[in-house]
C-alpha cells in the first residue's frame, strides 16, 4: 500500500525494525509520510 500511495523505499521500514524497536525514528517517518500521501488522496 506504502508503495501505490508514492512513498519510496527511504520511506519504508520493516517489520522487525518495530517489533525489535531498532529503528524507530524511521518508523515514525513512515507513518507521517503515509499519514500526509493518504491525506493528499483523500483517504481518510
Known sequence: V????GLTAV???TPSDVV???DVRR???CIRA???RAGC???N
Open 2 to 5: 506504502c508503495q501505490i500511495l
Open 11 to 13: 520511506d519504508l521500514f
Open 20 to 22: 525489535e524497536k531498532r
Open 27 to 29: 518508523v515514525c517517518m
Open 34 to 36: 503515509l499519514s500526509k
Open 41 to 43: 488522496k483523500s483517504l
